[in-house]
């Protein structure tokens, strides 16, 4: 008996040495962690349950009989994040790079259909090469596969990649169709094919960082909703961000326990808006001042500063927040801050997390690099998301909301629940200086009457007062109490039931 339990401790060991001591001192020389340490990392302590350890691949071909390491190159199972059960899987870049052969497809399939039956966040580090080169197109069947499970979850569980080495192929096909990508600098790459593949077809000479690396998809690309410093920190940053993230689309929003009351008021909000209308500040200031304890993940930082987006917590309870930024450029919505904040209010109807929204737009951005670049259609990507959720919606206006931006940024047109609007609020179609420039053209050469004309404009118009006499502000509120009226604008919208006509599926400008 003795020798059977002394084996399986063998085996087990074996299996922990993926593809030996020699590659782990490797992987650890490059900066990084193996599949095993990043899995200690990111789960409770001790809530690792590890499925298909001793699984090996079946291949023949190019003498691979001769080399199999115990678990195919992925680490899977699930555990606890505080707590709360989640799946996941780990690339083992000791074992074949990490590539996917048929039987490591199979692993990562089970662990998909295991976590969309408990309905619980699936999350996967990637450290791999794509395609098992081997294994032809059984790896081919095999990532179909896997592509398939993530789009069948999408909307149902939530889906994390974080990418933790160089991923190439499959590798980065599976991430793109998840929720959120999050990357390692220095140390991970996404490119569907190399810089070696590069030169071979364009014959373009470029490094993995140009290509791939955490720079570019964190800004340029905007493939990585954010990058950090190193492994360790990158799972604890995880961690904080699961810790926000509902199990699945009807579980609800997570409860944590806050001490930080809701009837708390900010005096410094009262002046946070300058009286120069064209001076900026940090709409994240009035984010933190907002947010249980201060503590706001911010999402897609480097990408699109112009929208802030990010999860906070009101009484304990999930928020997501969607503001202008006037510190880029003036807050204006342009294409990518329009897509930026289109994805991120589907993410967040789609797991029913309530949505604020805070308003200071001069409008959109006008130009023909904008116009070319499909502004109409990203534009109205934002327009379509806020219109088709049916979560709770509320919005305030700090200072400006021109155009057609108003009615984009959770207007009350557009489906928002409660609209407030600070007494800084200006609501028109556009600022007073283009607009008595169109008006009152006749005028232009009159420097008293344009100077008239412009009182006479920002008088009327450039306050929240024309809005709310229409209702479509639903109060002109003091900024200091702004953390009290949306926790209870939230509780009181907690029950809130919205009927969607009855179709297949909309069809989103993509
Ligand atoms: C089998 C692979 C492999 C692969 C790496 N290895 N990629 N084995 N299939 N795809 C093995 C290497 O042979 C090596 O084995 C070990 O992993 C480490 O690889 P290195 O090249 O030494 O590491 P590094 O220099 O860091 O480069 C990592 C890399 C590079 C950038 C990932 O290996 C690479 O470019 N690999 C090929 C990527 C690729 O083109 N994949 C196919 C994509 S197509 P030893 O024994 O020395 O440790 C695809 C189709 C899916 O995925 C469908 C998409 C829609």
Not at 153 to 172: E, F, K, L, R, T
Not at 211 to 228: P, Q, V
Request: charged share 25%; aromatic share 8%; hydrophobic share 40%.
């Amino acid at each position: 008996m003795k020798d059977i339990l002394d084996k399986l401790e063998q085996r087990r060991e074996q299996a922990r040495l993926g593809g030996g001591q020699t590659r782990i001192d490797a992987q650890h020389k490059r900066g990084k962690l193996t599949a095993r340490e990043r899995i200690e990392l990111l789960l409770d302590k001790g809530s690792f349950e590890e499925f298909d350890m001793f699984v090996e691949h079946r291949s023949h071909d190019f003498g691979m009989e001769n080399t199999r390491f115990p678990g195919d190159g992925v680490v899977t199972g699930w555990g606890t994040v505080n707590g709360r059960t989640v799946f996941l899987f780990a690339k083992d870049f000791t074992v074949f790079g990490g590539s996917l052969s048929e039987t490591h497809a199979q692993k990562i399939i089970k662990v998909q259909d295991a976590a969309m039956k408990a309905r619980a966040p699936i999350i996967g580090l990637f450290d791999a090469g794509g395609a098992r080169i081997q294994e032809g197109v059984a790896s081919l069947g095999g990532y179909g596969e896997v592509f398939k499970r993530n789009v069948m979850a999408s909307g149902v569980i939530p889906q994390i990649s974080v990418i933790m080495g160089p991923c190439a192929g499959g590798d980065v096909y599976s991430p793109a169709m998840t929720d959120f990508i999050f990357m390692v600098r220095d140390t991970s790459y996404m490119f569907v094919t190399g810089p070696d593949v590069v030169k071979t077809v364009t014959n373009e000479v470029v490094t993995a960082e140009e290509l791939g690396g955490a720079s570019i998809h964190t800004t340029k690309s905007s493939i990585a909703d954010g990058a950090y410093d190193d492994d360790v920190q990158c799972l604890l940053q995880m961690r904080r961000l699961i810790d926000f993230l509902p199990a699945s689309s009807e579980s609800g929003v997570p409860e944590w326990p806050s001490h930080d009351d809701i009837e708390r008021e900010d005096l410094s909000l009262d002046t946070l808006v300058p009286d120069n209308p064209n001076k900026p500040y940090d709409i994240r200031e009035l984010i933190t001042k907002v947010v249980d304890e201060g503590d706001f993940f911010e999402l897609s930082q480097a990408h699109a500063a112009n929208i802030v987006i990010g999860f906070g917590r009101i009484a304990g309870r999930t928020v997501g927040f969607v503001a202008n930024q006037p510190m880029a450029l003036a807050g204006v919505l342009d294409s990518d801050a329009s897509r930026k904040g289109a994805r991120f209010v589907r993410f967040c109807d789609a797991f029913e997390i309530p949505i604020v929204t805070f308003v200071d737009v001069p409008g959109f951005l006008p130009g023909t690099a904008q116009e070319q670049g499909g502004l109409i259609k990203h534009g109205a990507k934002l327009l379509f998301a806020y219109s088709q959720a049916t979560v709770p919606l509320v919005t305030i206006i700090t200072r400006k909301a021109f155009g057609g931006a108003y009615d984009v940024m959770a207007s009350k047109h557009v489906g928002a629940d409660l609209n407030y609007a600070w007494p800084t609020a200006q609501i028109a179609v556009m600022g007073a200086k283009g607009a008595v420039e169109i008006i009152f053209r006749a005028d232009i050469g009159d420097k008293d009457k344009i100077a008239a004309r412009t009182k006479e404009y920002e008088d009327r118009f450039l306050s929240p007062f024309v809005a709310a006499e229409r209702g479509y502000i639903d109060d002109v509120i003091m900024p200091r109490t702004t953390r009290r009226r949306i926790a209870r604008a939230l509780a009181m919208l907690k029950g809130k039931q919205v009927e969607m006509p009855k179709r297949k599926h909309d069809n989103l400008p993509v």
